[in-house]
């Protein structure tokens, strides 16, 4: 009797941290098997037909899928309330995740190329267009996975146990751990990923869409990579054209980790924040 009231709720529910847990070990389970059999298969075929994708991050995209669907069936959970059914796709809250997205390093980045503390350099000839479609295939599943592993399942059941404060905490600091192993990573740009957890964090919570939030990351990271032709949290990226880089202070600039990593970037995201929280405000009045 007291091991089951330590396992599960009066409603019978399974309790928060065994949740998590069944969440975690499924999703290594499924990560494991999807690396191990789906990925070589695809692979194989690709490599018969002449293609060398790059499939770690769909691999990984399509194991975090495989691990909500099993956790939400054996825990009587639903995908709505994780900001991922059908109302949460629609056009409009995608457009307004993205644009959220583009906005917040875009707009930051274009100020310091105006002060020149960014510079913009030639680079080996060839198709931007091209370079931009390839790089779209390589960060949408990646920015896909890291919002499942940080801001679905595991974000909604921190929030409806300990509250969404908690819950925006402790997934921003495990985003940020993620990035340590990272190009560069240092203490000023592991804690703006940790910012960015909390900022992706918001996303969610004021539009209620993890498709919003996904759409976000997407949009941060290709307008670095496929306009601004930069690193990606310190991750160097090989484009054609032209690309963009430090030639000021790297506590605005970001260094070699990225405009990402620098003061200027933590300003967008901050008025970004600021517009979530009215936005956030806006949806509980309407709500209530």
Request: charged fraction near 10%; glycine fraction near 12%; aromatic fraction near 10%.
């Amino acid at each position: 009797m007291i091991g089951r009231d330590l396992a599960f709720t009066e409603t019978g529910r399974l309790r928060a941290p065994w949740r998590l847990l069944l969440f975690l070990a499924t999703a290594l389970v499924c990560t494991v098997l999807v690396q191990g059999t789906v990925a070589p298969l695809v692979a194989g075929v690709a490599g018969w037909l002449g293609l060398r994708p790059s499939l770690y991050n769909w691999a990984y995209a399509l194991a975090l899928l495989a691990a909500h669907a099993l956790v939400l069936r054996w825990t009587y959970d639903d995908w709505a309330g994780m900001g991922l059914g059908a109302r949460s796709a629609r056009p409009a809250l995608l457009a307004e995740g993205a644009l959220i997205g583009v906005l917040a390093i875009g707009v930051p980045s274009v100020a310091l190329l105006g002060i020149g503390w960014l510079r913009v350099e030639p680079a080996p000839a060839g198709s931007s267009l091209a370079a931009a479609a390839q790089l779209l295939l390589f960060l949408a599943p990646a920015a896909l996975w890291e919002e499942l592993l940080f801001r679905g399942y595991a974000f909604t059941v921190i929030r409806e146990r300990w509250g969404a404060p908690a819950a925006l905490v402790a997934t921003s600091l495990a985003f940020g751990a993620l990035h340590l192993g990272n190009p560069g990573a240092n203490l000023q740009s592991v804690v703006q990923v940790v910012f960015a957890g909390v900022w992706l964090g918001g996303v969610l919570l004021a539009t209620g869409s993890l498709y919003a939030a996904w759409m976000a990351h997407l949009a941060w990271n290709w307008a670095m990579a496929a306009a601004l032709h930069t690193a990606v949290s310190g991750l160097p990226l090989t484009v054609p054209d032209y690309r963009v880089v430090d030639a000021g202070p790297d506590w605005a600039t970001g260094g070699a980790w990225g405009p990402e990593g620098g003061v200027g970037a933590t300003i967008g995201m901050a008025l970004a924040l600021v517009y979530l929280y009215a936005r956030l405000v806006r949806r509980k009045e309407n709500q209530g």
